[in-house]
Every structure is written in structure tokens, then in C-alpha cells.
């Protein structure tokens, strides 16, 4: 995926070229090309940027939907509820307290797997391929049902197999995965952990296309297992990382289903459950303060930005893009 | 290989032996790494799968079993046996001469029971001294298939599958069908801003669907699209960032020369580009596709933000969390109706994984 940023740094060296006037031949191919990116270019303004811009506006209004008749506008005190509601930053929080459980153990887990299905001394390659996907097929609604049931404190195989090893989980000193505001954190990381495929099929493609000359050249100084895995495979595998850090973090920003078919927007246990979406969609959809569920979508627009901005700044710190890439 | 060791250790200068040793041992440290590394991967994998296997027992078991914490793991049943059109339990009854045998209990009183042979019913009662009260039931495995049947008719299945797949058979049309055209106009044409444009394609694919919702919302209130199919369908035939990206990538593997002996035939650049860039993409463009189809069949945010309480259009997905939520006290058939909803996307997977695997190899991580 180290594409992607090459993609845009592309972008960059274009939008640099030196203007020529443009020959007839020229502006025909021009208008072709705009021609064929016309659906994506439509589909932008009225579906992304129309919106983003009213949302703006939305933000500055009264506006509930059961009356759209009686919108009003009233300046910035969305805004100022926005920021003070203790929500929405109980939210900002329990969402950061996830993220840093989850995307380090899912970034980790992912390229621990890769690693594993990588192995030249794994014998039927295909097959744990496609049985490690295959959790990541199954739809997130009936996954979360099925870990709902393996969690069960009382009858869920997960505390029946943490019993056997001596420890008490099952009754009511047990381990009560849904009902404890930290173990819940865990029970939505095996849920995410269990639809790490993707990551992990990126991460085995990025492995695939290392040169094995590299490898073949530091054994032949010595290096050893760890050494390599260090000196080689983590740089030039770091802008696969870096792709899915951002598309991780970017994600979990707006984290969602697995908290709402599980609690809804109760917040279970102890607000726990209250992440930034969920709290935007009780005040948008549920409470119908479309103007106050503006605000919040900017916030977390604004949020995503930063986040955005802040790695792409990293990312010259520890990605990198050799020259020496064909 | 381990012919030539045990023919030669003799007759073999020392050096030479040194070397056969080493190739042994290294051999066989191989074969005991690549048994250790497999034999992980194996435990973790069962690990990993261990929820799918409990889904599959507790879909079989019936409603009492399958929230009794110390019931069996497999889906099990008290045996009974059929004798003159009534029913009797089995129990396992210890005989004086010490052999337990398994017998259908006909006549219970306190301290002495009539017991019949299910193996051998002919050969007449069997009285029996002791409390029938202390004998264990013989359970045997009993797995409840009426459970999807049940699941099946309770949800109303065939109507969820048809708006499911009407859902993610329409918008992958439209998603793949635009996406192509507008990855090609990035892939094979010059134009202004080209490249300022394709960045911005790209930034769209971190943009936070949040912000848009709320509008977007309103709009499609106003137009009365609200409760219809329409708002999750229609922008899909707009091209989806991340398709158009994959694609293009595609196409820029494609040697231009194709294209140019279809221009000089006269070709203009819609038939170029289904003459010539179609039928060189069907990887590239089925798993784009398989990619959509499994998003759309997954889809839950939308739909049941759309769709609001028109439960009969309900996907899936979003079927599937509400019967949940209703049938809580019945999770054998929660879990049947969950199985039933991963069957045909798992199926697919498997049958197609081929095209998956190579899916993300031509995302462009390995050029």
C-alpha cells in the first residue's frame, strides 16, 4: 500500500509541471479525461462536498427534525454546547482509551500473523491463509452476536476454558465481560481482533514483495533471525504499516457498530460504551438535534483531521520510502 | 540422500563426512522447526476459530442445554425410547452381577422399578431393587436441525436474503461500472489538476462519513427517500475513492500499446476502453466486485439509519441485530439465524479465495 502515499507525492510533482498552452489535441484529451472522472467528480460535490459545507451551516442552527419548519439560527452556541457538554468529551476519552488498547495489539496481532503465514517453514500455507481470513467474512453484526455468546459469563466457552486453568470466571465473582467497564474494552478488541484479515493479507503482500537478495545478504553477514526481522523486513515494511496505522486510526476515530448492536446509545457499563459516533448519532438521530449533531460531526471531523495531519507528520520520522524500490 | 550416509561412513575422508554430518543435522533441524512453526500455527488457528465451533454447537442445542452452564459441549439429549406408543427415559442401571446396562424405565416406584431393554424389548420387564431417582439419564448426541428451520421462518429469511443481495447487486454494479470509467480518465488521460483532483480522491477516503450524515439526511427527509432503498443506492453509481484507486492502479499495468492499435483502428475512447481495457482487467474488476459485494451484504451503519423503522426492507445485517435484541431468551436461535447469515458470504469466500488473495496482491502493495 506504499502506493498510496506515492500516489499523492505524485500529485505533488504534477501540479509542479510548467504550463504550456494547450494544442487542440491536448484540449480534447483534457476534456475526455474530465469526461470519464465526471461520475466521481459529481458524485464529490453533491455527495461529499455540498454536505460537508452545509454541515457547516447546519451547525450555526436550531434545528430539530420533528420541526424543520422552525430552524433558527443561533450562532455559535452549538458550538459552545459542543464544548462543554461532559459527553462529548467522556466520549473524545473512553474513544482514545480504546484506540491505544486496540490498534497497537491489532497492528501487532495483524503483523505477528503475517509474519507467521510468511514462514518458510509453515507447511499448508494456503489453507491457515484462508482459515485466519476467514473470521474477517463473517458479518460484523452476526460476529458480535457469536463473541456475545462465547463472552456469556456463565455458559460462554471463554470462561469456561479460563476456568480450567484454576481461575474462577464463571458466577457472580466472575468475569463479566459486558457488565465491567474495562474488561469490556477486551471483549470489543477479540471483535476487532477477530476481522484483522485485511490487515493481515497487506501486511503478507508487503512481505511478498521484500527482494529476497536482502535476506539472502544479511545471513550471509551473520545476521540472525531477529536481526533481520529488524534490519530489513520492519523499514521496508514500514510504509505498509504506516497505511495501516492511518486507516486503523482513522476507524476506530469513528468506531461504532460493535458498541451500538451490543448496547445501543446507553453507554453500558458506566459509559464505557459511549463513543464519539455513538454520542453523535443519540443527539443527531435519536434526540433529533440535527443543528447540535452538526456541531459534533465537525468536532469529529476536525478530530480525524488532526489525528490525519499529525501522522502524516511522523511518518518521515520512522517510514521508509527507499530509492532503491524498482 | 540418507542412502549415501549409511553406505559411506566408512570408506569417507573425514571432511567429507563433516559435511554430511552438518547437512543431516541441518536438515533435521528444519524439519523440526517447520514442525514447531505449523504445530503453532495450528493451536492459534483453532484458538482463532474457537467462536465459529461454538456457534455451530449452540445452534444445534436445544433451549435448555444451551444456557445451562454445565451442560455438555456438544449438543445433547436425554435419550428416551419408544415401547407401546409411549415414551420412557433411558438410564443407566448398575446389574447385581455389576455390568451396567441401559434401560428404558416403565414403571417407577420408590424403592423398586420395571425396566425394559430398548436392544431387546421382547425379552419382557426387568424389575429392578434400588432408587430410580438415584440413576443417571443416558444422554446421547442430539443435534436440533429444526432450529434453522425455525431461525429461517421466524425472520422471514427469503424476503432479508432478497433485499440483501437486490442491495449489494445493484451498488455493485453502479460502484464498479463508474469506478472503472473514472479510474481509467486518472489512469490514461492528461488533463488540468489532474493530479490536485486524484489527491482529493484520495483524501476522501479519510473523510469521516459523519460529517455529511446529518444533510445528507435532511435532503433525502425532504425528497421522501427516507424508509426507501434509494439514499444507500444512488450515490454508489458515483465511484467509490478506494475501487477507483485499486483500478487505476490496474490499468497503469496495462501496456498503452493495446490501446494505441485500437486508436489507429479507428477506435474512439469509450470502445477503446471496452474493447481493449475491460477484457484486460477481469481480475482486476471481479475481485473490485467480490470486495463491494461482501462491504454491501455487511453494510450496517446506512441501512439502518435509512431504512429507519421499515423493518420489512431491513438487510441482513441490520435483521439480523433486531432479532437479536427481541429473541435474547432464545440464543440457540440467535445463533442459528447468525449461521444462517455467514453461510452464503463464507461460501463465497471459500470458493473464491483464489481471486481474493490475488485481489490484494493487484491493490498495489505488490507491483
Known sequence: MSDFTEAIREARRERRAPKRPASPMQRREARWGYAFISPWLIGFVLFSMLPILASLVFSTLDFQLTAPEEAAFVGASNWERALSDPDTWTSLLVTLRFSILFLPLSLIFALGLALLLNSAHLKATNLFRVLFYAPSMVPLVAGIIIWQQVLNPQTGWVNRLIELTGVQATGTGGLRWFDNPVLVLFAFSFIGLWGVGGTMLVNLAGLQSIPTELYEAASLDGAGWWRRLRSVTLPLLSPVMFFNLVIGSVGILQYFVVPWVLFGDSGHPDGASRFLLIHFYQQAFAFGNMGYGAALAWFIFIVVAALTAVLFGTARYWVHYGSERP | ?367
Open chain 2, 1 to 367: 540422500m540418507s542412502l549415501k550416509i549409511e553406505a559411506s561412513p566408512r570408506t569417507s575422508p573425514a571432511p567429507e563426512r563433516d559435511a554430511t554430518e552438518t547437512a543431516t543435522r541441518r536438515r533435521r533441524k528444519r524439519i523440526l522447526l517447520s514442525g514447531c512453526t505449523t504445530l503453532a500455527a495450528f493451536l492459534l488457528v483453532v484458538l482463532f476459530l474457537m467462536p465459529l465451533g461454538y456457534g455451530v454447537v449452540s445452534a444445534l442445542k436445544d433451549k435448555d442445554s444451551v444456557s445451562d452452564p454445565n451442560s455438555s459441549i456438544l449438543p445433547v439429549a436425554a435419550e428416551v425410547f419408544e415401547y407401546d406408543g409411549e415414551e420412557y427415559d433411558v438410564y443407566a442401571v448398575p446389574m447385581p452381577d455389576g455390568e451396567v446396562r441401559e434401560l428404558a424405565l416403565v414403571e417407577k416406584s420408590r424403592e423398586s422399578s420395571v425396566f425394559i431393554d430398548p436392544a431387546d424389548p421382547d425379552a419382557g420387564p426387568i424389575e429392578w431393587d434400588g432408587r430410580w431417582r438415584s440413576l443417571e439419564p443416558v444422554t446421547g448426541f442430539a443435534p436440533q436441525w429444526g432450529n434453522f428451520v425455525e431461525a429461517w421462518n421466524t425472520l422471514d429469511f427469503p424476503r432479508m436474503f432478497g433485499w440483501t443481495l437486490f442491495y449489494a447487486l445493484t451498488t455493485m454494479v453502479g460502484s464498479v461500472v463508474s469506478s472503472a470509467l473514472v479510474a481509467y480518465g486518472f489512469a490514461r488521460f492528461r488533463f488540468p489538476f489532474r493530479g490536485a483532483l486524484f489527491a482529493l480522491l484520495l483524501a476522501t477516503i479519510l473523510l469521516p462519513p459523519a460529517v455529511t450524515l446529518v444533510p445528507k439526511y435532511a435532503v433525502f427527509l425532504q425528497m421522501g427517500w427516507v424508509g426507501t432503498y434509494l439514499p444507500l443506492i444512488v450515490p454508489h453509481f458515483f465511484a467509490n475513492a478506494f475501487n477507483v484507486f485499486l483500478l487505476r492502479q490496474y490499468f497503469l499495468t496495462i501496456p498503452k500499446e493495446l490501446e494505441e492499435a485500437a486508436r489507429i483502428d479507428g477506435a474512439g475512447p469509450i470502445r477503446t476502453f471496452l474493447r481493449v481495457i475491460v477484457p484486460q482487467s477481469i481480475p482486476a474488476l471481479t475481485a473490485v466486485s467480490l470486495f463491494h459485494f461482501f462491504y454491501a451484504w455487511n453494510d450496517f451503519f446506512e441501512p439502518m439509519l435509512y431504512l429507519g423503522g421499515n423493518r420489512d426492507l431491513a438487510p441482513i445485517g441490520v435483521g439480523l441485530s433486531y432479532f437479536s435484541g427481541l429473541y435474547s431468551t432464545e440464543p440457540h436461535l440467535v445463533m442459528a439465524a447468525t449461521l444462517l447469515a455467514l453461510a452464503l458470504p463464507l461460501t463465497i469466500f471459500f470458493a473464491a479465495q483464489r481471486v481474493f488473495v490475488r485481489g490484494i496482491v493487484i491493490s498495489g502493495v505488490d507491483k
